[in-house]
């Protein structure tokens, strides 16, 4: 019997360990994509061309809804109920690959239905996969996102107006 406890003992000790050695590696690969979506963001190029593309394709356009994740970003009108799809920033200036990028935006001080207009952009939010640089507009601040501030380690600023958020990891501090 004493041969039995010690057998399972080794065996916790075994499984544990495998566990501790599985999610070591998923750490390494939340880590990796957090400095990725940070050195996205830090790039002043990159910023300008997400910037741009949202500026040609988004604001001001009369659109009232404009949203979409895997490469597939849907545009909607108050005057029709047409969908455009709207052309992607070109990924190998953005680093984000055209089937993991999302965009949305948040309007503020208008109602769902008003169309998207320059002055009522409050945030700009593209996405790699479930990471985001976030470009805020018009003075706006962030404080948090998703529930995550910035002493949580998953939202970072960049400079001014530029953020990054990491959803699984942390942001080295």
């Known amino acids: ?10 065996g916790i000790v075994i499984a544990l360990s495998i566990v501790a050695f599985l999610f070591s590696g998923m750490s390494r690969y939340d880590q990796e994509r957090c400095d990725y979506i ?3 963001a830090g790039t ?9 593309w949202a500026l040609e394709n988004v ?5 009232y809804f404009v ?8 545009a909607h009108r108050n005057d029709d109920e047409e969908i455009y799809y709207l052309q992607l ?31 009522n952009v409050h945030s ?20 948090s996102h998703r529930g995550h501030d910035f002493e949580s380690g998953k939202l970072k600023k960049i400079r001014e107006s530029v953020y990054a958020y990491c959803s699984s990891g942390r942001f080295r501090m």
């Open 1 to 10: 019997m004493k041969y039995f406890g010690k057998l399972f003992f080794c």
């Open 38 to 40: 940070e050195s996205l």
């Open 44 to 52: 002043p190029r990159i910023v300008s061309v997400l910037e741009q």
């Open 59 to 63: 604001i001001d356009k009369n659109y």
């Open 67 to 74: 949203s979409g994740m895997h490469g597939s970003i849907a």
């Open 89 to 119: 920033p070109d990924s190998k200036v953005t680093g984000i690959n055209n089937e993991d990028f999302r965009f949305s935006l948040s309007k503020h001080e208008s109602t769902h239905n008003d169309n998207i207009i320059s002055e």
């Open 124 to 143: 700009l939010y593209f996405g790699r996969g479930r990471d985001h640089i976030i470009l805020t507009k018009n003075g706006y601040v962030l404080s």
